[in-house]
């Protein structure tokens, strides 16, 4: 009943993943409006969306939905959104994310050099790739390698994951410190129409009351004038 007539081919949804069929302002602006109307506490809100910041700014890159839903839960947050909020971590700033935190990290770590955000990620798509070969060998006569992935988790991963943390936490504590008085503002402005709305529903109800009042009592008796010929 709720699939689509023609479904979408793996081309399609690939292509969506990577740029969003109304842009990704359109996709803000829904993420937006779903957190502002989710049925749940303020404060619980803000504990889920600074979940799913946080978890945006780590290298778990395929894990954070699930990382997020732990987090939230473990600190009491709304769950959705905690998911809602990962959209933070989008292909448009993960680049700038990914920079920020490994250059960071490795301040931190005292490595040398700098790496420029293309070269992350061509490193992470390296060693996924040798990841996948490593997990097909166990299964066939290939030989594993680990020799790749072990310089990327010192070179990349563990950076990330120090500065990722860092940055992560500072940008969950903003969000948390925004998000709450606004959907504070916005509960109380639903309030008000939802009370509006009450009074109206009140107002026509006790009129249409009033007129089967007015129709059962008859028309008012008519005013004669004053006789005349007495006087």
């Known amino acids: 009943m709720f699939k689509r007539r023609k479904p979408r081919s793996y081309s399609q949804i690939a292509t969506e993943l990577l ?15 779903r957190v502002r109307r989710l049925p749940d506490q303020p404060h619980r809100i803000g504990r889920g969306v600074a979940a799913g910041v946080f978890i945006s700014f780590t290298p778990l890159h395929g894990f954070h939905f699930l990382a997020a839903a732990g987090i939230a839960w473990v600190m009491g947050g709304n769950i959705l959104a905690a998911l809602l909020a990962t959209f933070v971590g989008n292909p448009i700033t993960f680049p700038f994310i990914a920079y920020a935190s490994t250059t ?6 005292g490595s040398s050099g700098s ?31 680990w020799d790749r992935l072990s310089s990327f988790f010192n070179d990349i991963f563990l950076p990330y ?38 009074e109206k529903l009140r107002a026509a109800a006790s009129a249409g009351k009033a ?17 005349r010929s007495q006087r």
């Open 19 to 33: 740029y969003p069929r109304g842009g990704w302002v359109r996709a803000s602006q829904y993420v937006l409006h």
């Open 115 to 145: 790496l420029s955000p293309k070269s992350i990620l061509l490193e992470f798509a390296d060693a996924s790739a040798q990841l996948w070969r490593n997990l097909g060998a166990l299964f066939g006569p290939r030989e594993a390698h």
């Open 161 to 198: 994951l120090v500065g990722g943390i860092i940055l992560g936490i500072l940008a969950g504590v903003v969000a948390h410190y925004l998000t709450v008085p606004v959907i504070r503002a916005y509960h109380r402005r639903r309030a008000r129409k939802l009370a509006l709305r009450v």
């Open 211 to 227: 007129a089967p009042r007015a129709e059962a009592m008859g028309p008012p008796p008519p005013v004669r004038p004053p006789d």
């Open 104 to 109: 960071l990290g490795r301040k931190i770590l």
